[in-house]
């Protein structure tokens, strides 16, 4: 029966995968019939990673980043706005 509780309260104690041992080899194979035309393959990254990526810079500065791409100056405008919000 898998555990049903938080295992790890801090970043110290979590245990995290390590790719050259714990994880088995994964073959990645994008199927493209032909005659039909693309209709993409990277949809889930190209929403999660930025929300990912966004989240951990408000966790640490305190920065909101709601519009990618996150360029210098909409993460320095963030910052700043923190700054002066707190």
Do not use: K
């Not at 990618?68 to 910052?79: C, D, G, Q, S």
């Amino acid at each position: 029966m898998p555990l049903r509780r938080v295992t790890s309260v801090d970043w110290s104690s979590y245990a995290s995968l390590y790719l050259d041992y714990d994880v088995p080899a994964i073959e990645t194979v994008f199927v493209t019939p032909a005659g039909v035309p693309a209709a993409g393959a990277g949809e889930t990254s190209i929403t999660l990673v930025p929300a990912g990526i966004g989240n951990a810079v408000f966790d640490a500065t305190g920065a909101r980043l709601r519009d990618v791409p996150f360029t210098p100056a909409r993460v320095l405008a963030a910052l700043r706005h923190a700054g002066s919000a707190g």
